[in-house]
Nanobody
Framework: QVQLVESGGGLVQPGGSLRLSCAPSGFTLDNHAIGWFRQAPGKEREGLSCIDSNDGSTYYLDSVKGRFTISVDNAKNTVYLQLNSLKPEDPAVYFC?????????????????WGQGTQVTVSS
């Protein structure tokens, strides 16, 4: 059974950090684009970042550039999203998604498989 499992969400103070993980089961990340999205209550899902597992090329939404870092560990078959300098506008459910043999994209319809999401809360 193909699935993605996110972990690493939680409660953090403004300015704090979290590292989110995305681990697939049933397939490897070779030749995939892996994206991270988030969705806050009452808002549309937005694409934050993406990495191409073949060449490591990355994409970032302007509002998270310099704060969030995406990486892939092919040996562990896991993708990470490091969240630094978290702001009050960052709380949301964060999702990872994958698509095979396609370039990175910032729209959710470009991805085939999705995880269940992990909650990130920023509060003092």
């Amino acid at each position: 059974q193909v699935q993605l499992v996110e972990s690493g969400g939680g409660l953090v103070q403004p300015g704090g950090s979290l590292r989110l993980s995305c681990a697939p089961s049933g397939f490897t990340l070779d030749n995939h684009a892996i994206g991270w999205f988030r969705q806050a209550p009452g808002k549309e899902r937005e694409g934050l970042s993406c990495i191409d597992s073949n060449d490591g090329s990355t994409y970032y939404l302007d509002s998270v550039k310099g704060r969030f870092t995406i990486s892939v560990d092919n040996a562990k078959n896991t993708v990470y999203l490091q969240l630094n300098s978290l702001k009050p506008e960052d709380p949301a459910v964060y999702f990872c998604a994958t698509v095979w043999d396609r370039p990175c994209g910032d729209m959710d319809y470009e991805y085939d498989y999705w995880g269940q999401g992990t909650q990130v809360t920023v509060s003092s």
